[in-house]
């Protein structure tokens, strides 16, 4: 008989993994972000979109986050993809660190920040992620195509 699986390592309590392979993650509704404060001065707009796409894993939406700087309204602008970090396993654009990033980016560098959440393990196994990156640039191509 196998010993009770227990944690050997603990990222805050936010990913926990188990000695037998499992891992344990908060949603991000379980986190409290309150001692994480954002950091915004209103000099940038940004809105969450919804990108309904059905994809090969039958996972169908894509969330982004845009972010645009608010003086910047008849300049084109470049563009940068923020893909948080994390280790394909945590993350997100929501989260306040990730937040105050995009905000300070588009800021600072006049440009429009473009945040895409993306499949996360161990319910998604690479490439899900990669692919789902993929899917938020093909998103922003096609946009691109539907202007010319």
């Known amino acids: 008989m196998g010993s009770i699986p227990h944690v050997v390592e603990d990222c805050l309590g936010i990913l926990q993994v188990y000695s037998d392979g499992s891992i344990f993650r908060l949603s991000d509704d ?39 700087p608010k003086c910047m309204a008849k300049k084109q602008l470049p563009i940068i993809y923020f893909f948080h970090g994390g280790g394909f396993c945590v993350g997100s654009r929501v989260w306040p660190n990730c937040h105050s990033c995009c905000i300070r980016l588009s800021s600072e560098l006049e440009a429009l920040v ?35």
Request: glycine share 4%; hydrophobic share 40%.
């Open 30 to 68: 379980q986190i409290d972000f309150h001692n994480f404060p954002i950091k915004d001065d209103g000099s940038v707009i940004w809105k969450d979109i919804i990108y309904n796409n059905q994809n090969k894993d039958g996972k169908d939406s894509l969330y982004l986050r845009l972010y645009k």
């Open 114 to 148: 473009i945040a895409p959440d993306y499949s996360l393990a161990p319910e998604y196994r690479l490439p899900a992620a990669m692919d789902d990156a993929f899917t938020s640039i093909k998103w922003l191509q096609d946009l691109a195509i539907g202007f010319m």
